[in-house]
């Protein structure tokens, strides 16, 4: 993905793709692949474009404002690699596959550190030559410990945080920091089971299946727009426990899976749901 | 299928599978197959045998009774189809599947009617030479309608009741007359979505996988032990009403493995859960 | 689906967006859903556009024939439903699928007839009264057989052929008659098992994934393009007949999925693959 | 899992279940889980039983043997990881995975050491304090590779041997030396696209959908045992190459999958298909 890709997210109005297009066109410029959608629920019209080679992005945003509705959205997405933090708790398995991940270049970011209220993955993130910050709770109030990470954290400014088994729950004022940009894991299919304990949950409900959740973090627990979900089945000899462990595979390639649509630009918010191109 | 099938649902303790398997064999029969599993939350042994050819199924039942522990619950399974009765609302594809199902003996079941509060799917149930039973709900008390209904199955004493997209919410009395014999179909991945418009639910929730669940009716609203669920994956361009009509695939063969599954006695009761055989 | 759809097949070239929307445009139509895709392996590029509203489709295509690249292909999909039959052998379940889907009027089509080679699925097809037509093959060469086929065909002139589980291998002849306007389903997950008794060949295997595929007729044996395929996990306790039962509700979803696909001209070809919105 | 696994793979009678739950129930050990198939096939009778506490396996053995058909096979698993060595060639995502996973003891197995026919993988390895092994095929003849590759395998005498994308075709001589010891990941929905560049020929092919498969390694080419599968859906718009990114995810979790399976003892092989439990 070398292509400068434009974003639109705009009041619909008819002649739109026409318009955009055209500027694009008589700007001289090749496009390789464009998607485009309208959301009946709220009359957006979204639009991303793979335009060929390099373009003078300042020039086409300005053009394309002029033509288009009040109350539009434009942004070119760079293409350098998103910066990103990763935060994690006890658990290794996102945070491993997010690892080798990152070291092969698979990512479209680059992880600049890992930060954890345990101690118990350093060794796993240090094996990659990443640094890792231990932030123990003990002895803080949650907006205490916060302070802590956020110290953290404005050091590296990063552009997303990924909770990859982040087990804290994070304050509404912490989370409006960083508004669409922190993505959790969820280890359940949502809305199912949200809270603590999901797998507990579904093994007392007797389910067939289970799944994990990727999704933007708002300031409703489990309750942000969802990227990305999966799931596989389950029978009556899965313990809780087992559950756990099957679940493992699910959350790490859905958690990989969010990310790799974020960080490639494929995810419009719009409103508590995603478009994804 | 025309083996006999003893089903043993008991309290667990050493050797349950010797003690049961020497009764079969003392008895000179065969074991075509076999499935057993204990259950560690309630501590019970399951255990399904399917047994060669015929056999005196009260000689083995009492045999078993006298070595087995106290709480022990001994069955035979018959060999005949179950005899069913199907009730539906408006829609028409989970009744229209179960009914070329029975028309191609593929139910291990026959459906002996079909009861409706509408007068919609007269014209495809009667296709089908089965009668078809219209219960208006105007003017009637819950309670009233149902005694009008609890009318037409006393006179074909089903052993299973199939609702089959019936849209009314049973009362307890009524399900309290018909234990683990009422087998519905939600139109949700449970326990996501609980009660009415599950699929409007899905869409402004955003997620990106809808379901069914098949479950036995117990008073709770669509919290009975789950027999089968499935998925399939959904997207952002999915209106609610796509949603409906996506789902309608996974509905019909969601009921119809249930339906499946019971009606082959593979299923057996285990507190909320259950185990499949 | 009310909305005309303009469907364009055309060399690539620079602007063709821009170039096709103004068209739309200055004829003062709105687009209700627009999806289009550059094939680069054969620099062919795809658009399929749903048209708010009646329009002129003559003089839309004059312009657009004026503007874009020779070799383009331009259609308008009429809004009627399309005429089709259905052939089939002995197997009920992908018929009985697409009768009561008919009935209901849920395949953007009409099933006009049903031509099989045995009298076997007479009563199903006459219960939702569609004439059916046994065409026996004994004494007859397969070319005289296909000749008193042919001649039902032309008296129904139907725009598509359904195999519905047809299970006679069709001359090269027969099917250049109607290129790309046949539609099969083999049950196997193609390319693997190809030719007779898939099911036989992947319990013999030992695959653990079974499954089947939608695809347009060509002379060369299920070598056609495929529109869909959907599998569902088996085990070593499947026989080659419990693959046989389990493997019906796949292909029956597949077949209707794909007639969905087609039917409502979201498939264009594109060699031997397929271009799907 | 730390109580002794009972594998038990013999000519089928009438009595086996009671015959050998017998010789547990009278040496005084209790069956934590039990599991039983007859192939129909080849008349086989297969039985894996998990046994609480310790046992003195070889008196089991021998009464065992004295009271089951001849050409029985009776077998106690070890408790202990499993030693393996894993060979690999370019691609780290399924090396990356298993060291993951070893370096957290979720495989039942040591890893140790790695062997390359490339020296890309070293630093990866090296990461998790495993010994890597570059061997290069420069100058040496197929069999000349295998005898260096050979030397470093008898030094280390692991009990299985892992291809995680090892791209080299082994001779008939060094698979022979390991009779289903040998466990590979192909990247194809096996038997689709057997041999080199599976994804182009899926490419080509059009399919909808793409897979893995992990099976045991005979001196066929892609025509051993099959242990797992699984498949993710792809569409028009990915390449090859998209298709071969899209892949690994599931050949990673496919390989796990079959490790697991094989390490827990729950594999049997029973002519060219597996039986598990």
Redesign the interface.
């Known amino acids: 993905m070398n292509s400068p890709v434009l974003l639109i997210d705009t009041p619909d109005e008819?002649?739109l793709?026409?318009t955009i297009?055209?500027v694009?066109?008589h700007n001289n410029h090749?496009?390789?692949?464009?998607?485009?959608?309208?959301?009946?629920e709220t009359s957006r019209f979204f639009m991303r474009t793979e335009i060929e080679g390099e373009c003078d992005t300042e020039t086409l945003t300005e053009e394309l404002k002029n033509r288009l509705p009040e109350g539009c959205r434009i942004r070119f997405a760079s293409q350098r690699r998103r910066k990103i933090v990763v935060m994690a708790s006890k658990e290794?398995?996102c945070l491993?596959?997010l690892l080798?991940r990152n070291?092969?270049n698979e990512l479209n970011a680059d992880i600049l550190c890992v930060i954890s209220n345990h101690d118990l993955l350093r060794q796993?993130t240090e094996?990659?030559d990443i640094p890792f910050h231990y932030v123990p709770v003990e002895k803080l109030t949650k907006e205490e410990h916060e302070v802590k990470v956020l110290e953290i954290l404005n050091k590296y400014s990063p552009e997303y945080i990924v909770l990859a088994k982040y087990m804290r729950i994070l304050t509404p004022g912490f989370i409006s920091s960083f508004p669409a940009k922190i993505i959790n894991i969820h280890h359940s299919?949502?809305?199912?089971?949200i809270g603590a304990n999901p797998y507990r949950q579904a093994f007392?409900?007797?389910?067939?299946?289970i799944?994990a959740t990727a999704h933007f973090v708002t300031e409703e627990l489990d309750e942000g727009?969802?990227?990305?979900?999966?799931?596989i089945?389950v029978?009556?000899?899965y313990?809780a426990n087992d559950m756990v462990l099957a679940g493992r595979?699910v959350e790490k390639?859905v958690l990989?899976k969010a990310l790799q649509l974020v960080f490639q630009e494929r995810v419009f918010l719009?409103g508590?749901?995603?478009?994804?191109f």
């Open positions: 008819k002649g793709i026409h297009t055209g694009i066109y090749n496009i390789i692949c464009n998607n485009e959608y309208v959301d009946h290794h398995h491993g596959d080798i070291s092969y796993l094996r990659f299919f949502l809305p199912a089971f007392e409900r007797g389910v067939k299946i799944g727009p969802i990227i990305a979900q999966s799931v089945p029978n009556h000899t313990s595979d390639n990989a719009c508590k749901r995603v478009v994804i």
